[in-house]
């Protein structure tokens, strides 16, 4: 696929390249949030040196051995670069498997590793409710104790040392965690706060367009 761009010096990039099949939900979210972005595919990554522009890099949904096969080690690496220089990865469901050090795909191909977690694959589609667990932290300001959200066969999430767990599942399992690494910051969402065009699951409308602000806002400063 080519590389589009969405308004001029986006600070913003969206993966949607091979595997990344539910892009189309983030960018669509993005646009609700008239936040510009540049949407980029394996190639790019792969060749490496994100422009100095990027602050934010948002791996969505989708396909993950794909995503893995097509990033392969290169992509993996300056992704890696990109994050511990000092850049934001925001994983959502496909892109929160990829971020552990072992991806949950079969032969458990090497991830990212950017992030102390381990994932449990699961199988299961709808709204759920995951609750908050640290009110306090910037990323959940101005949304409910629980939120009803978007999942989609998204990891449940165990975190390891380093790892802010900011809201969990019924199971008590991650559904969102955040990270530093290097210079940058990892946040992983289970479930999609960009909702569902194919569920027909409108963010607006259920109230997770602030979870996806609040964690751009993080990458993209005051």
């Known amino acids: 696929m080519s590389v589009g761009i969405h308004r001029e010096r986006a600070e913003v990039y969206v993966y949607a390249g091979s595997g990344a099949v539910l892009a189309g939900d983030v960018e669509k979210s993005l646009k609700m949030l008239g ?26 949904g989708g396909y993950t051995a794909e995503m893995i096969s097509a990033l392969d080690s290169r992509g993996l690496r300056e992704i890696r ?6 850049g934001l990865y925001i994983g959502i469901c496909a892109g929160a ?9 079969p032969g458990r191909p090497e991830g990212l590793g950017i992030i102390n977690v381990t994932n449990m694959r699961m199988r299961s589609i709808g709204v759920v409710e995951i609750r908050v667990v640290d009110p306090d ?6 949304c409910p104790e629980r939120i ?8 449940h999430m165990m975190a390891g040392s380093g790892v802010e767990v900011i809201a969990v599942y019924e199971d008590g399992s991650a559904a969102i965690v955040s990270a530093r690494y290097g210079e940058g910051l990892v946040i992983l ?3 999609h706060p960009e909702g569902s ?18 964690a ?6 005051p």
């Not at 932290?137 to 101005?142: D, I, T």
């Not at 699951?201 to 979870?211: A, M, Y």
């Not at 751009?216 to 400063?221: A, S, T, V």
């Open 189 to 191: 969402f289970s479930p």
């Open 216 to 221: 751009i806002n993080l990458g993209l400063g």
């Open 81 to 86: 670069k990109f994050v511990g220089g000092g």
């Open 148 to 155: 009803r959200i978007w999942y989609q066969n998204g990891p």
């Open 137 to 142: 932290h910037p990323l959940v300001e101005g």
């Open 35 to 60: 936040i510009p972005y540049r949407e980029i595919d394996e190639g790019y990554v792969r060749r490496g040196g994100f422009e100095e522009d990027c602050k934010v890099l948002i791996v969505p």
């Open 197 to 214: 065009s194919e569920g027909g699951v409108d963010p607006k409308e259920l109230g997770t367009l602030c979870l996806l602000r609040n």
């Open 97 to 105: 498997y990829m971020a552990a050090e072992r991806v949950e795909v």
